[in-house]
Nanobody, 120 residues
Framework: QVQLVESGGGLVQAGGSLRLSCAASGRIFSINAMGWYRQAPGKQRELVAAITSGGSTNYADSVKGRFTISRDNAKNTVYLQMNSLKPEDTAVYYC??????????????WGQGTQVTVSS
């Protein structure tokens, strides 16, 4: 079983910055992809950014040029640096990790979510 613990959300004014962190722990053999998703009230959960173990990244068009995803493979941790935040970035942000457990089984885990609120 793999657990994800997120931190770093909060309230910030438009134009400000926040950095989210997500640490994975448990019976981890390898983590292939890690990513951040978000869900605003009344909307579906959407991909914000993802990164592979090799460092390849993918971003939603709405955050390109403002958000940066990175990871520390040694610490099984993924980060999301969010700059130039806009009110429409307000959402609960969820961390996701996919890989293989020490049992040999694949896993896909979600964090509990962290609230990001951007005031205008």
């Amino acid at each position: 079983q793999v657990q994800l613990v997120e931190s770093g959300g909060g309230l910030v004014q438009a134009g400000g910055s926040l950095r989210l962190s997500c640490a994975a722990s448990g019976r981890i053999f390898s983590i292939n992809a890690m990513g951040w998703y978000r869900q605003a009230p009344g909307k579906q959960r959407e991909l914000v950014a993802a990164i592979t173990s090799g460092g390849s990244t993918n971003y939603a068009d709405s955050v390109k040029g403002r958000f940066t995803i990175s990871r520390d493979n040694a610490k099984n941790t993924v980060y999301l640096q969010m700059n130039s935040l806009k009110p429409e970035d307000t959402a609960v942000y969820y961390c996701n990790a996919q890989g293989y457990a020490t049992t040999g089984n694949r896993f896909g885990s979600w964090g509990q979510g962290t609230q990001v609120t951007v005031s205008s």
